[in-house]
């Protein structure tokens, strides 16, 4: 008697990961096993109810696993490098964390010798074409199996189905989405299908508790977050969520984001991000002070390029290490602390201590006097600097003018 094919489902434990598995396995006689990836959104609690759920939908194993230090080691440390905001608003939240589900998926079904692969995407979004190439470039000749998007069921079809198949969960459809990682939560609702509205303060999961300004601290060592108020962390990732933990009773990073799909539709998606958003802004005045001028210049180039491509799906492509070493070689430098001062809804940044500060350097001080050059130096610097522009200006004069 043949075995029943194999297929590896990347789980949530929502409603479409609910239902995929319990067609997969009655339907199609698939031997499915869910696996849940946690970037940050999930709880030893959470994942233990996910598994009990998955085991009763009819999967025949279940895995959760930590993908938090392989994430940030391979993609959240540049994007703090780069500064990466898309549209100078949004830190790639569920972007980023989107690649490595799907590559922690994928790992998985190969190490089983999986026939097939499943995601609970529907065809309206970015997150279909991310988990599909991850699958494709990667999977060993791996199938992939989509029901949500191929089908295109109905939430109602969806509860429908699992009661028919004995699963009758409360399944009240949330007034606002919630996606949350340790890179920022997105929350999309009725206001985000619009272009007119913004969402209401109940719709952000971090409600405001705190409203006493409060003075923090972070401490960089070549670009990366590793202590805050003096206090320092064995891994990057407790710094980023102690930081979290102190700035998100203030509901700091809230936004609104509005940008362009894969599939080339707009689109707008809430978020709050008090972490991502503190520390790429303190990074990066952190970098004013102690990067030169043309280091700044194609730093933002290239990372503007990264997070683009990054969003795209693209975190496999080969050009992505090439901008991630040069990203890595600039941080040598940015080392120091930042104090950024806590507000209700805002944080503001005060100012920067590090011995790489190019502010400290001995030669002048701006607007100030100079210790490295005269007045005389500056006049005949202007003289030459001024010399191309004086030849165009006597062309354009003197060149004949049209009637």
Known sequence: MSQPPKVVLAYSGGLDTSFCVKHLTADKGMEVH????????????????????????GAASYKAVDALPTY????????????????????????????????????????????????GSTGAGNDQVRFDLVFEVLGNNLQVITPIRDMQLSRQEEIDYLKKHGIDWPWEKAKYSINQGVWGTSVGGAETLTSDQTLPEEAYPSPLTQKEPQVVTLHFKKGELTGLNGVSYDHPLEA???????????????????????IGIKGRVGFEAAAPLIIIKAHHLLEKHTLTKWQQYWKEQLANWYGMLLHEGQLLEPVMRNIETFLAETQATVTGSVTVQLHPYRFELIGIQSDYDLMNSGFGQYGEMNKAWSGEDVKGFTKILSTNLKIHHFVQQNAPKDD
């Open 34 to 57: 869910a696996l849940t990836v946690n970037t940050g959104g999930f709880s030893p609690e959470e994942q233990k109810a996910l598994e009990q759920k998955a085991l009763q939908l």
């Open 72 to 119: 940030y080691d391979q993609c959240l440390r540049y994007l703090i490098y780069g500064n990466v905001l898309r549209n100078n608003t949004y830190p790639l939240s569920v972007s980023a964390e989107r690649m490595f589900q799907a590559l922690e998926t994928v790992k998985y079904a190969n190490s089983l010798d999986a026939d097939a692969v499943a995601h």
């Open 240 to 262: 980023i969520q102690a930081l979290q933990e102190l700035a998100a009773p203030y509901a700091i990073g809230r936004d609104v984001h509005v940008g362009d799909t894969i």
